[in-house]
């Protein structure tokens, strides 16, 4: 089975989801900030919050999240889990 290519998707104003294949996850944004922003959960929240499929891989997933240009990557200490951030195609 090839890997899948993650896809990074800014949605709206304050969207950003984070795609592999089918799965997708929606990470909060700071409309109107000059950079843009994008609000992932601290190191020690990631777990309890993203869905199975990304726990254990934050440094990964925060990599292609800041390889990303046009926004900057921030820990969000009130990153709240909540079943609507998970997404599906």
């Known amino acids: 089975m090839d890997p899948v290519e993650p896809e990074i998707e800014f949605r709206w104003k ?6 592999e294949g089918d799965r997708g996850f929606v990470f909060d944004g700071a409309w109107g900030s000059d950079p843009l922003q994008t609000f992932v959960p601290t ?16 440094r990964e997933v925060l990599e292609r999240l800041a390889a990303e240009p046009g926004h900057v990557v921030r820990p ?6 909540a079943p609507e951030r ?4």
Do not use: I, N, Q, T
């Open 14 to 19: 304050e969207d950003l989801v984070y795609w």
């Open 43 to 58: 190191e020690a929240a990631w777990d309890l919050v993203v869905p199975h499929w990304l726990a254990g891989r934050r």
């Open 76 to 81: 969000d200490p009130d990153f709240r889990a």
């Open 86 to 89: 998970e997404l599906h195609r």
